[in-house]
């Protein structure tokens, strides 16, 4: 059974830095794309960054500048390094998984619990 686990999330003042990491765990077999999205109240579930197995990573316009994703591919995580945090980035975040757990099973996509971030003075 495969499980995603997210760290690092808090409460910093707008300018500061935060890092989250992602580790996945269980029947792994191949991880093709890891992410981190994002859900602030009232609002729908959206996209911050992805990176691919080789390295392609792909950001939404408003963390561009601002936000790092990285991966290691031997241990199976994801971080998110996350610079000049501002009060629109408030909410849960949460890391995403395009993944195969067995050779002979289709890819699916698997979620962390979330993790809180809270950008505030």
């Known amino acids: 059974q495969v499980q995603l686990v997210e760290s690092g999330g808090g409460l910093v003042q707008p300018g500061g830095s935060l890092r989250l990491s992602c580790a996945a765990s269980g029947s792994i077999f191949k ?3 890891m992410g981190w999205y994002r859900q602030a109240p009232g609002k729908q579930r959206e996209l911050v960054a992805t990176i691919t197995s080789d390295g392609s990573t792909n950001y939404v316009d408003s963390v561009k500048g601002r936000f790092i994703i990285s991966r290691d ?13 501002k009060p629109e980035d408030t ?31």
């Open 31 to 33: 991880i093709y794309v």
């Open 91 to 121: 909410a849960v975040y949460y890391c995403n998984a395009d993944l195969q757990p067995e050779r002979w099973m289709r890819r699916d996509t698997y979620w962390g619990q979330g993790t809180q971030v809270t950008v505030s003075s």
């Open 73 to 85: 591919n031997a241990k199976n995580t994801v971080s998110l390094q996350m610079n000049s945090l």
